[in-house]
């Protein structure tokens, strides 16, 4: 927000299945990137709510450009949509997501094509099919098959540390990752903490600490709680009202 605050001659509004549209017509993410980089464009704002008006054949052309124009196995991408193309030029390096608040969009652009096929085995969408349909996933019919998957993969960024920053996404906080990560190692390890050492972090760096460290040893301690509580999580994370997907073009 403070970069359109200061840059308010750059900011288009709802513009996005207008002009993103035009400047993936020929689906090539390199001439899309070029267009957006000689237009100064720097970010992408999505509302994903913006589904909730597509969804259903009497929108198909609407959804086709929104998500991209499937073939009949609704597997295998025709023509790119706003969404497919995103998710194409996230995974060739030329735009990266900044900042969501949804686990799930969070997942969909961050996990690598193996930690997908491996978390949805039983699909058989095509990669990119597969990112977008999970990142604007409250409006998917399937949607139920594709959350069950989430806990489980939330589960293994805990043992890497790597649940901190989908902790911090999921509650909306701002909070420097390595340093948080340093201290949860610490505790974990049992060490000693020194009033000095806590004073460096934040509101939200505690925040986010405190809650890490509570579902760790919930995670050790009593799995069907914690389950229950990462389920509670992913949930509130996919059907909040407020939800925000920001890419940047890099």
Same mark, same amino acid.
């Given at each position: 927000? #403070?970069? =359109?605050?200061?840059?308010?001659?750059? @900011?288009?509004?709802?513009?996005?299945?207008?002009? +993103? %549209?035009? *400047?993936?017509?020929?689906?090539?993410?390199?001439?899309?990137?070029?267009?957006?980089?000689?237009?100064?464009?720097?970010?992408?704002?999505?509302?994903?709510?913006?589904?909730?008006?597509?969804?259903?054949?009497?929108?198909?052309?609407?959804?086709?450009?929104?998500?991209?124009?499937?073939?009949?196995?609704?597997?295998?991408?025709?023509?790119?949509?706003?969404?497919?193309?995103?998710?194409?030029?996230?995974?060739?390096?030329?735009?990266?997501?900044?900042?969501?608040?949804?686990?799930?969009?969070?997942?969909?652009?961050?996990?690598?094509?193996?930690?997908?096929?491996?978390?949805? #085995?039983? =699909?058989?969408?095509?990669?990119?099919? @597969?990112?977008?349909?999970?990142?604007?996933?409250? +409006? %998917?019919? *399937?949607?139920?098959?594709?959350?069950?998957?989430?806990?489980?993969?939330?589960?293994?960024?805990?043992?890497?540390?790597?649940?901190?920053?989908?902790?911090?996404?999921?509650?909306?906080?701002?909070?420097?990752?390595?340093?948080?990560?340093?201290?949860?190692?610490?505790?974990?390890?049992?060490?000693?903490?020194?009033?000095?050492?806590?004073?460096?972090?934040?509101?939200?760096?505690?925040?986010?600490?405190?809650?890490?460290?509570?579902?760790?040893?919930?995670?050790?301690?009593?799995?069907?709680?914690?389950?229950?509580?990462?389920?509670?999580?992913?949930?509130?994370?996919?059907?909040?009202?407020?939800?925000?997907?920001?890419?940047? @073009?890099?």
């Amino acid at each position: 927000m #403070p970069y =359109f605050i200061r840059n308010q001659h750059g @900011l288009n509004v709802d513009g996005f299945l207008v002009d +993103f %549209r035009k *400047n993936l017509s020929d689906n090539d993410p390199c001439k899309t990137y070029l267009r957006m980089r000689d237009l100064k464009k720097v970010y992408i704002v999505i509302d994903p709510n913006i589904a909730s008006v597509v969804m259903g054949d009497a929108n198909s052309s609407l959804m086709d450009r929104v998500f991209g124009k499937l073939d009949e196995s609704g597997n295998k991408i025709l023509s790119y949509g706003s969404m497919t193309m995103i998710a194409k030029m996230v995974r060739e390096g030329y735009m990266s997501l900044a900042a969501t608040n949804i686990i799930s969009a969070k997942y969909a652009f961050e996990l690598s094509e193996e930690e997908l096929k491996a978390a949805f #085995p039983n =699909f058989q969408e095509d990669d990119l099919v @597969l990112r977008s349909k999970l990142a604007t996933l409250r +409006f %998917r019919p *399937n949607a139920q098959q594709m959350f069950s998957a989430l806990p489980q993969i939330f589960t293994q960024r805990m043992v890497s540390g790597e649940a901190i920053e989908d902790t911090a996404d999921i509650l909306g906080k701002e909070i420097d990752v390595t340093k948080v990560r340093s201290f949860a190692t610490k505790i974990l390890g049992q060490q000693k903490l020194t009033p000095d050492d806590v004073a460096t972090l934040t509101d939200d760096e505690r925040m986010v600490l405190v809650q890490y460290l509570s579902l760790y040893n919930l995670m050790k301690t009593n799995m069907q709680q914690y389950q229950q509580v990462v389920a509670n999580m992913m949930q509130q994370s996919i059907l909040g009202n407020s939800q925000l997907m920001l890419f940047k @073009l890099n």
